[in-house]
């Protein structure tokens, strides 16, 4: 394929926008007035450590992949194979374009974290970052990344609110004994029944404990918390029986994020 000129890559990147990956393509900048500035980057430069240097040899799951901006870095890490997936047809298109740019062998397929099993395959390295609390079932997704795809490392960040500090409850508690629910760091997800930051697709927001314990719960061992909402964990055995749902569709329940909800 002919390279793309700068003019050619400025052009695509306007018809695709807007960005939320504000990342450099021959120059052109995605999104220059993004709100958190140099996005993601400046978050990763605080994680980078945890994740292998060299990656040769492995392979990379990129679950809400946007616009590829971890598939890239993982890419630049010598990953084997590296698959990003997102269920937004226009975020994969930017996804697509900026590995064009960078000559990145990459695939990118639409895909929702609730179908995982449709891939039918394993990971060395699943990535997860940025999607938890965007679902109505969060806890079903991490489920599901055990039961079909995480062979080894898990990489997972949460917009996270509430108490910073991480309490693990006891294993069991008495049925009088109430005042553990009471303390800010009892894990604890917020549900968001309206928006957040005017954005109906944020659903909850846990704070630290709620996250490691959803975790642990879905069978990932918490090996390093890099960065308050980022954890790195090893696929383990589940601490329980219970495990993915597999509830009927009915061919109604489409799902439209473009849609705003009705009141
Ligand atoms: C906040 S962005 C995070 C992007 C990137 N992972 C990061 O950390 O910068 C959330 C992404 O998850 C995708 N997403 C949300 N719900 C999803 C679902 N059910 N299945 C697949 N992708 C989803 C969105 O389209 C969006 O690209």
């Not at 960005?19 to 958190?36: C, I, Q, S, Y």
């Not at 500090?165 to 049925?175: C, G, L, T, V």
């Amino acid at each position: 394929m002919a390279e793309l000129s700068a003019a050619q890559v400025r052009a695509r990147v306007a018809e695709l926008g807007p960005w939320f990956h504000n990342m450099e393509l021959k120059g052109v900048r995605t999104a220059p007035d993004h709100f958190l500035h140099d996005y993601p980057a400046n978050k990763f430069a605080r994680f980078a450590h945890v994740i292998p240097d060299d990656l040769s040899g492995r392979s990379v799951l990129d679950i809400g992949c946007n616009a590829g901006f971890y598939s890239l870095e993982m890419k630049r890490r010598g990953a084997n194979r590296v698959l990003g997936v997102d269920f937004d047809d226009r975020y994969l298109d930017q996804a697509r374009l900026a590995a064009e740019v960078e000559d990145a062998d990459i695939e990118f397929r639409k895909l929702s974290v609730y179908d995982l099993a449709k891939l039918g395959e394993r990971f060395d390295l699943v990535i997860f970052m940025g999607v938890l609390y965007h679902l109505r079932h969060p806890l079903l997704a991490l489920d599901l990344i055990h039961e079909h795809v995480a062979d080894d490392l898990l990489l997972f960040q949460s917009m996270q609110r509430g108490a910073n500090d991480i309490f693990e409850p006891e294993i069991d508690y008495d049925f009088s004994q109430t005042a553990h629910f009471d303390r800010p760091d009892y894990p604890k997800l917020h549900f968001i029944e309206h928006r957040y930051a005017g954005d109906w697709t944020n659903w909850w927001a846990p704070n630290a404990s709620a996250s490691a314990a959803m975790l642990r719960s879905a069978g990932f061992q918490v090996l390093d918390r890099p960065e308050e909402e980022v954890f790195l964990c090893r696929r383990t055995e589940r601490p329980t029986e219970a495990g993915a749902v597999y509830p009927a569709r009915s061919p109604l329940n489409g799902h439209d994020k473009t849609k705003e909800p009705r009141r």
